[in-house]
């Protein structure tokens, strides 16, 4: 543990260089009466998970540090479902459902908290199962405003209904959640087809993928070289049938390999042996996430722009990666929660590092990054907000971009449920 009592011990390194003002774990009624009563509008809570964000810690802020007193993890095994408390990472959610041979819809990395499921949660199974928040069953937690909630789907009434929609991908804005229920599914056996490939291939592979049943994901990453995932969960003789056809077209590309796992669990992306990108302490980084559609005629036009992108990045650690939605996820209607873009196919990151005590670095690869956005937006416009970056400019848009039609609707729910911003404002 580090020495300095105002320094937080978490994944992201931004967060845990931050001098935050202090770190609480529990939520007490002192939490909404008295401290916040007094602050200004810039001196907001900031609530850690995972702690994979560069906002779960910033300086001269408060953190509540959600892993200690909210990490119990219960399953109901009869029901197929799990509650978890808002603290609690992937990885020992997993662990847990590994154990009953269940598994849940988690993204590329077991590192992220609940951060991960109320921002929506992208998974290479979503395309089956849906995103982390189509499996949302139940929540628990404390709006801005410090009212306990306890909001079951299956029996909201008129008011909480909107509200329930509004804490399924933008719950960051409105309340601390303390334990959320989670739909499992049984495990099944997943064939992975990886390897490094080269432009040309990428956009065939690409091509291949916009074309795939829901049993199919594929995941890239462009940094200095290209390394793509295909994904294909197992779970009948039709899934066997479906994925040994894809493999006949992907013989092709001699320098994939193909690996077969027992479960979902056993699976790790982009591993730091594959020497992928710089895993640097010594960096700071941010994170956007893009959202889009079929590229369809444009991929040779993608993945060119792509290849100027990585050329120009200015840290070696500077990377985009993207992973595939679409099949279940287009299926829920665009109402039934605040992540709208269910048209969205691909789900691009950028992600910006630069060494943490260079502000002149900082400021060159945060050009950077807002430069790929903009090259990126004609290819994905949208936005998924896993991140928030109300300390960059980029915030105003990135909120807009996400939420767009919505954006009203959620400004009420803040006004009504966090009027004094007490969490990160909009
Ligand atoms: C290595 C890696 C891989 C990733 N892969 C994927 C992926 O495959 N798919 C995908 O969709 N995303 C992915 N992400 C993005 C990640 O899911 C989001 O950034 C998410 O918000 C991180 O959550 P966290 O709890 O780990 O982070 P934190 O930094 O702890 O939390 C982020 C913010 O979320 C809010 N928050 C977290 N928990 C709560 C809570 N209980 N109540 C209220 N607010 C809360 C807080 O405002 C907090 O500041 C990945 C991130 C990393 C670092």
């Excluded at 964000?53 to 300086?59: E, K, L, V």
């Excluded at 139940?138 to 008129?158: A, D, R």
């Excluded at 049943?213 to 462009?222: D, F």
């Excluded at 992540?339 to 670095?361: C, L, M, N």
């Amino acid at each position: 543990m580090k020495k300095n009592n105002n320094l937080l011990e978490v994944p992201n390194i931004n967060s845990s260089d931050a001098q935050v003002k202090s770190l609480i774990y529990k939520i007490g009624d002192d939490l909404f009466n008295s401290h916040y009563k007094s602050s200004s509008k810039s001196e907001y809570l900031c609530v850690c998970s995972g702690g994979t964000t560069s906002s779960c810690a910033r300086n001269g802020l408060i953190t509540l540090d959600l892993r200690k007193e909210y990490n119990h993890i219960h399953l109901d095994e009869e029901r197929n479902l799990i509650k978890i408390g808002g603290g609690v990472i992937m990885k020992d959610l997993m662990n847990v459902l590994e154990n009953y041979n269940k598994t849940f819809p988690i993204g590329l990395s077991k590192l992220p908290g609940a951060g991960y499921i109320l921002t929506g949660g992208i998974s290479p199974m979503s395309r089956r199962y849906g995103l982390a928040i189509d499996n949302i069953e139940s929540i628990k937690g404390y709006l801005g405003n410090g009212t306990f909630i306890s909001l079951e789907k299956n029996n909201l009434n008129s008011t909480q209904k909107l509200l329930w929609e509004g804490l399924k991908g933008a719950a960051p804005f409105l309340a601390i959640i303390t334990e959320i229920g989670l739909k499992i599914f049984q495990s099944h056996p997943i064939q992975i087809i990886e390897g490094f490939v080269d432009d040309n291939e990428l956009s065939k592979i690409i091509n291949l993928a916009e074309g795939f049943p829901e049993n199919l994901s594929l995941q890239w990453i462009y940094a200095e070289d290209i390394y793509i995932y295909i994904f294909a969960e197992i779970k009948n003789d039709s899934d066997k049938k479906i994925t040994k056809n894809y493999l006949k077209k992907i013989e092709k590309f001699t320098s994939l390999k193909i690996k077969s796992y027992e479960n979902y669990n056993q699976i790790n992306f982009f591993p730091k042996e594959l020497e992928l990108f710089e895993l640097n302490k010594n960096n700071h980084s941010e994170v956007i996430s893009l959202l889009g559609g079929d590229l369809k005629n444009n991929i040779h036009s993608f993945v060119k722009c792509m290849k100027e992108i990585i050329h120009d990045k200015p840290n070696r650690s500077c990377y985009v990666a993207s992973q595939q939605l679409g099949g279940k996820t287009k299926e829920y209607d665009p109402k039934s929660s605040f992540f709208i873009h269910r048209k969205s196919t691909w789900k691009p990151w950028i992600y910006a590092a630069w060494k943490k005590d260079d502000i002149k670095e900082r400021e060159t690869v945060l050009n950077w990054m807002n430069e790929s956005w903009n090259k990126l937006k004609i290819f994905f416009p949208k936005i998924h907000l896993a991140q928030i970056h109300n300390h960059l400019n980029s915030h105003e848009e990135e909120v807009y971009l996400s939420f767009e039609e919505r954006l009203g609707e959620l400004k009420t729910l803040k006004n009504i449920y966090d009027p004094e911003s007490i969490l990160p404002p909009l």
